[in-house]
């Protein structure tokens, strides 16, 4: 079974800012570094046709997981990203990303829809979480869900402050 959410957030940049840092491995490596309590890696990045692709390896402390998929687990969890950011097409730009949790029953995936209004950006999240675990995984799905959705929330906040500082 899967679980659809949806989340948008904020970023208080023009959607060029938000497009220039989300095709910049020094913006990726800052959040690779600060997202998450324990510090992930960027472990591939490529410019594409006006976009790019990044693959993230994060890790996910117990901590700030669900209560639910905590009591599963005894560590913390590894994350495999693919963001793929398309090119900017005047305010607006398509993303997806997938996430693998690596020795767990757990993936997500989405689109993004990426677009500004003069000074503002928004990141409109479409995802699907699956937890193919029999009996569990139905309750579990929409816990993860949220707590994508508190992921989304602090990476958009992060975003903002390199942008002020950066570009």
């Not at 993936?107 to 003069?118: Q, V």
């Amino acid at each position: 079974m899967t679980t659809r959410s949806e989340n948008t957030v904020t970023i208080n940049q023009p959607a060029s800012k938000v497009h220039a840092a989300l095709t910049n491995a020094d913006y990726w490596a800052h959040i690779a570094a600060t997202l998450s309590p324990e510090p992930g890696e960027v472990h591939e990045f490529s410019l594409t046709d006006g976009g790019a692709e990044v693959v993230l390896y994060e890790v996910l402390p117990l901590d700030i997981l669900p209560e639910a998929v905590r009591a599963m687990i005894s560590q913390a969890l590894k994350v495999k990203r693919v963001v793929t950011v398309g090119a900017l097409d005047g305010e607006s730009a398509s993303l997806s990303y997938t996430a693998d949790v690596k020795g767990t029953p757990v993936d997500f995936k989405g689109d993004i829809a990426l677009s500004g209004a003069g000074d503002s950006t928004s990141l409109s999240y479409s995802n699907e979480v699956s937890v193919n675990i029999p009996f569990m995984g139905p309750a579990i799905e929409p816990k993860v869900a949220d707590a994508l959705g508190e992921l989304f929330a602090n990476e958009a906040a992060l975003t903002d402050a390199w942008i002020a500082a950066n570009l």
